[in-house]
């Protein structure tokens, strides 16, 4: 009868010890099991602050990418070659807009302000994505736009639908919906200025010729010397490395490229039958370090373009704050 007693209590401990191991787990062994079972990350959950401050970084470089983005192609609205290509622009440098809210209303559930945001990419403490940084020159560029930077823009937001942190990975969903509309429209002018007069087939190839590469280059810095990599594979802010992605993009834009007879400017591209992807020739890291430093051709003018709208549109901002007070 003792015996019975004693197996008895000792049962209550254990199962009492079992209770008191699930609570006496730590705020990181929690933010850890989340992140093993797919559970997305919230607002107010508990997160380590390292990776709260690398998605303020990422989300934030983010953001500004798609409101720097607008600059290259609005270039173009006033002179889109007929009403119809000048609405489709319109559109969609519009939905950049739209992308770039988004993300910084996103990125502020994180803990920090809009107008902080900004002020990092104003004094050039954040960065944006290196491809903002080139010219525009031509019609045919918008067609390369569309086409090669919101397709490489695609394959990588597809992948980020599954980040980690919740409101990031609901605005991808969105986001890439759209991005897809904007590859198509940019395919559009590409493909009938490839199929237009001789003249028009060579702008579209010299918009390639340009774009080529520094669309490449938007996926990042080989794994290898990718810094932020490890922590954010470990945290599933991203699911695929920077070499994966830009592999899943050049395999199928090769192909689309010869669709419309246009030649990709790499004399090392070739099939490999052997891991079935497509061989490619070196990225040119010199010049992508330079832009990302702040030394590419546009660096300065976005950036002051930028600060001027911004300056611009502060009543805008004052009149929002004074009837939101009013309706208070
Ligand atoms: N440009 O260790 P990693 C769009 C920086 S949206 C500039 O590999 P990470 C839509 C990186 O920040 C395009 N900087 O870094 C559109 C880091 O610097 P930090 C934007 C770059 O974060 C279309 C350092 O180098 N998309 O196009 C770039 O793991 C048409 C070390 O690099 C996103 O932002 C670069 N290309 O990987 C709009 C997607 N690459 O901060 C208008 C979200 C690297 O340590 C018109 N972001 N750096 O000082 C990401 O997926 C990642 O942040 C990567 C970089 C892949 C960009």
């Known amino acids: 009868m003792t015996l019975v007693i004693v197996f008895y209590d000792l049962k209550i401990v254990n ?19 989340k992140i ?52 489709i622009l319109l559109a969609k440098i519009q939905d950049e807009a739209g992308h770039g809210q988004y993300l910084y209303s996103a990125a502020e559930t994180l803990g920090k302000s809009r107008s902080t945001y900004i002020n990092e990419l104003q004094t050039r403490k954040a960065k944006y994505s290196s491809i903002f940084n080139y010219p525009t ?21 597809v992948s ?39 003249e028009q087939k060579q702008m579209a190839q010299d918009a390639l010729d340009r774009f080529w590469w520094p669309s ?43 669709i419309i007879g246009l030649t990709i400017p790499d004399k090392d591209l070739r099939w490999n039958d052997e891991t079935n992807h497509y061989d490619f020739g070196e990225i040119d890291w010199d010049e992508f370090w330079n832009v990302v430093k702040g030394n590419g051709p546009c660096n300065d003018d976005r950036i002051e373009h930028h600060i001027k709208a911004h300056e611009d549109g502060a009543w805008v901002r004052e009149a929002a704050i004074a009837y939101a007070e009013k309706n208070g």
């Open 216 to 258: 490449i280059m938007m996926f990042g810095p080989h794994d290898a010397d990718s810094s932020r990599s490890e922590n954010a594979m470990k945290w599933k802010i991203k699911n695929e490395t920077n070499d994966q992605l830009r592999q899943k993009f050049i395999d199928k834009t090769i192909q689309q490229a010869e």
């Open 137 to 157: 020159l031509t019609w045919a560029d918008m067609g390369a736009v569309g086409w090669l930077v919101d397709g490489a823009a695609i394959v990588n937001q």
């Open 36 to 87: 093993e079972e797919n559970i997305k990350i919230e607002p107010k959950d508990w997160m380590p602050d390292d990776y709260r401050k690398h998605l303020q970084r990422q989300m934030s470089q983010h953001a500004h990418s798609e409101v720097i983005g607008m600059q290259p192609e609005g270039n173009w609205v006033l002179r889109a070659p007929s009403l119809r290509a000048k609405v």
């Open 15 to 33: 199962c009492e010890l079992n209770i008191k191991t699930n609570n006496n787990m730590s705020d990181l062994e929690k933010f850890l099991e």
């Open 160 to 198: 980020l639908q599954k980040t980690s942190y919740g409101p990031y990975s609901r605005a991808m969903v969105k986001i890439c919906k759209e991005e897809s509309f904007h590859q198509r429209q940019g395919y559009e002018i590409i493909s009938n200025m490839a199929k237009g007069t001789p």
